[in-house]
């Protein structure tokens, strides 16, 4: 479990990194908006890349740098670049998130943020993106042996046929259940609570297969292009931005703002008038000092001499 639990938390994530480059980029400069889309592509592109070299049915439906180039999310001279590692396939999601930084890296330089701090923000969730991406593929290279999972497997299928058959009863009569003469419970409670283990482990082993409980990583990528897709129109937003007249109709709405709020609180005018005004010290008279104080040398100017 806690195996399963450690690749499920390493599964990457693009949603932080797009949001955070809309609300840092320029708004007013043309080319922003092809530096995002670029951005978002390679994002995606990583982790396509990442979790295809772990996830059977992701591999099966891209199989190639064509299918890759063909689906938009890959560009021909890029596919060369990649096609020159091929027997390293498994470090091109690692390669494709450098090609990210590159390229916060000439935003920074061509003035696209609108604070050039704003680029060191961006790379910190970037550079926890690429981590997670090789704690994913480290999780794939050192993957359980095959040898271990039969010799668990064997175990259990042997202790659940020995129980069931030595823990048997002989003497009959003495016996109150007649069912224990012929099937021990408890020798098959505790096999199959086993088995259940055993099941669980061979599917914690690869949680990216094919299996009805494994991790549906092909819906989990479309769900990734979708929001990407729907946080880069938040620069369309900006073109057509209802905020500042649904703030003007806020009263039309079903949170609109009580009548009192909207009224200043009325001084009375017996605090505004001067006509009687009271001295501060009159109202407010010194102590007047003992004398000891001033014998002492508290608070006594001298003369000089």
């Known amino acids: 479990m806690q195996r399963w639990w450690a690749v499920y938390a390493a599964i990457p994530g693009t949603g932080k990194i797009i949001t955070l480059a809309t609300f840092y980029m320029q708004k007013n400069n043309p080319q922003t908006s092809k530096w995002l889309r670029t951005l978002t592509r390679y994002l995606i592109l990583a982790w396509m890349l990442t ?18 180039q063909r689906a938009g999310f890959l560009l021909k001279h890029e596919a060369e670049i990649l096609a020159l590692d091929e027997e390293k396939n498994h470090k091109w999601s690692l390669r494709v ?3 990210a930084l590159i390229l916060v890296r000439q935003a920074r330089d061509e003035g696209y943020f609108d604070n050039p701090s704003d680029a060191t923000r961006l790379l910190d969730p970037i550079v926890a993106f690429k981590k997670s991406c090789s704690i994913v593929l480290k999780y794939q290279i050192t993957a359980i042996p095959l040898s271990f999972v039969q010799a668990v497997t064997l175990t259990v299928q042997i202790f659940g046929l020995v129980s069931l058959m030595g823990k048997q009863f002989v003497d009959f009569p003495t016996k109150l259940l007649v069912i224990d003469c012929y099937l021990p419970i408890l020798p098959a409670m505790q096999y199959l609570a086993y088995l259940s283990w055993l099941k669980l482990g061979e599917v914690a082993v690869n949680p990216f297969g094919e299996d009805d409980d494994d991790f549906d990583i092909i819906g989990l990528f479309e769900n990734h292009v979708e929001l990407a897709g729907d946080l880069l129109k938040l620069f369309e937003l900006d073109q057509n931005n209802p905020v500042k007249e649904s703030l003007e109709q806020m009263n039309f709405t079903l949170f609109k703002l009580d009548e009192k709020m909207d009224q200043k609180p009325e001084i009375p ?5 001067t006509s009687e005004e009271i001295p501060f010290m009159e109202s407010n008279p010194l102590p007047q000092m003992s004398l000891p104080l001033l014998e002492c040398g508290f608070f006594y100017r001298g003369t000089a001499e």
């Open 97 to 99: 998130v450098n090609w």
């Open 51 to 68: 979790m295809r070299t772990t996830c059977r049915p992701l591999r099966n439906k891209y199989p190639t740098l064509e299918s890759m």
């Open 269 to 273: 005018s017996e605090a505004l008038s």
